[in-house]
T-cell receptor, first 116, second 110 residues
């Protein structure tokens, strides 16, 4: 069965420090991968998505970057964190889609990042 | 940008009652999905309805889609205390991207 792992669960980092959040998927190949951020338990904002190794699309200009070094690994990074980077970060995967079709996402358990 | 707007923002009902949540979206979609989130956890996919479908059922869930009005509704019948959670609609577009609404916080009192 497919599973998704995301860590760490919580993280407290000082302003200006670097960030690396990792997400891995098991039990599937060629997934679409996504990073979302959720503020204050409300709606999710799409940050990055990837349809293949090394292919990253950014949805929102910001202080963050993403990389996909392996098929089932997705990394969210920052060189210098800002206070505004605090939030709940969620990784998700979906099956590789045929245009016009759709499948539900499977989400990781999330990382709560607090920048102090 | 947020695709969907859920209504109401919060809903409080008694166990056994039905809960109805509405969602409106702005742009064209391939499908409309509903997710559930328990406090501080990841989201769980509940149901997906494609743009050429009007109604879909899954257990106690019933979802409708009106593409002419760009709206959807989620009905949970015979609610239980365990249904207490936040519910989000999300519009599916190209490359499987989902754009989420702000969510409805549902509280079911035992």
């Amino acid at each position: 069965s497919q599973t998704i792992h995301q860590w760490p669960a919580t993280l407290v980092q000082p302003v200006g420090s670097p960030l690396s959040l990792e997400c891995t998927v098991e039990g599937t190949s060629n997934p679409n991968l996504y990073w979302y951020r959720q503020a204050a338990g409300r709606g999710l904002q799409l940050l990055f998505y990837s349809v293949g190794i090394g292919q990253i699309s950014s949805e929102v200009p910001q202080n963050l970057s993403a990389s996909r070094p392996q098929d089932r690994q997705f990394i969210l990074s920052s060189k210098k964190l800002l206070l505004s980077d605090s939030g709940f970060y969620l990784c998700a995967w979906s099956v590789r889609l045929v245009l016009g079709s759709g499948e539900g996402y499977t989400f990781g358990s999330g990382t709560r990042l607090t920048v102090v | 940008s947020q695709q969907g707007e859920e209504d109401p923002q919060a809903l409080s009902i008694q166990e056994g009652e039905n809960a109805t949540m509405n969602c409106s979206y702005k742009t064209s979609i391939n499908n409309l999905q509903w997710y559930r989130q328990n406090s501080g956890r990841g989201l769980v996919h509940l149901i997906l309805i494609r743009s050429n479908e009007r109604e879909k059922h899954s257990g106690r869930l019933r979802v409708t889609l009106d593409t002419s009005k760009k709206s959807s509704s989620l009905l949970i019948t015979a609610s239980r205390a365990a249904d207490t959670a936040s519910y989000f609609c999300a519009g599916g577009t190209s490359y499987g991207k989902l754009t989420f609404g702000q969510g409805t916080i549902l509280t079911v009192h035992p």
